[in-house]
T-cell receptor, first 110, second 118 residues
Framework: QKEVEQNSGPLSVPEGAIASLNCTYS??????FFWYRQYSGKSPELIMS????GDKEDGRFTAQLNKASQYVSLLIRDSQPSDSATYLC??????????FGKGTMLLVSP | DGGITQSPKYLFRKEGQNVTLSCEQN?????MYWYRQDPGQGLRLIYY???????QKGDIAEGYSVSREKKESFPLTVTSAQKNPTAFYLC?????????????????FGPGTRLLVL
């Protein structure tokens, strides 16, 4: 059974701080990883994808992948109240379907 | 304006009734997916289709049916056999890049349909 684990939170950070969201996965064959942001009552929105070990930066977001430790993280710099949402981690291997974690709720306080 | 559309936004089902949720995409994506999301739960895969006229069951297919007659459309029917249909239903489509050894597939979601039971 392929699993993607996330802490449900909520993770509370003050405005301007760095938010660190973490995810572990059980399938060693997983190749691709994704972070989706989901506002309450809305559908998930893709914010980052990562396929190789290391860091990938896009604006205030940095995704980190460590395949040896089976660990994926998302850092949000200069967190804003508008970043308050649930963040879903997902991964897949080859032609398999995506496996989603249950999500971590992030609360950014002004 | 490209994207994935789902209709209706809200749908009410009476007991014993079949209802159909629409999903359309004009992104020229090959694969389409249906997920169900319950409060506090992750996304659970109901059905998916990688090419026209072919589809596979996901983890929770019982009580649901789909068709894929056109590349752009992947409707989901919630049958009367689904005893607990109240949920947020999400349709997604994906673009595939790279060869098998470097396969990369990225899924994008529609706005969702919220199904409620009367």
């Amino acid at each position: 059974q392929k699993e993607v684990e996330q802490n449900s939170g909520p993770l509370s950070v003050p405005e301007g701080a760095i938010a660190s969201l973490n995810c572990t996965y059980s399938d060693r064959g997983s190749q691709s990883f994704f972070w989706y942001r989901q506002y309450s009552g809305k559908s998930p929105e893709l914010i980052m994808s990562i396929y190789s070990n290391g860091d990938k930066e896009d604006g205030r977001f940095t995704a980190q992948l460590n395949k040896a430790s089976q660990y994926v993280s998302l850092l949000i710099r200069d967190s804003q109240p508008s970043d308050s949402a649930t963040y879903l981690c997902a991964g897949n291997s080859g032609y398999s379907t995506l496996t989603f974690g249950k999500g971590t709720m992030l609360l950014v306080s002004p | 304006d490209g994207g994935i559309t789902q209709s209706p936004k809200y749908l009410f089902r009476k007991e014993g009734q079949n209802v159909t949720l629409s999903c359309e995409q004009n992104l020229n994506h090959d694969a389409m997916y249906w997920y169900r999301q319950d409060p506090g739960q992750g996304l659970r895969l109901i059905y998916y289709s990688q090419i026209v006229n072919d589809f596979q069951k996901g983890d929770i297919a019982e009580g649901y049916s789909v068709s894929r007659e056109k590349k752009e459309s992947f409707p989901l029917t919630v049958t009367s056999a689904q005893k607990n249909p109240t949920a947020f239903y999400l349709c997604a489509s994906s673009i595939v890049q790279g060869a098998r050894s470097s396969y990369q597939e990225t899924q994008y979601f529609g706005p969702g349909t919220r199904l409620l039971v009367l």
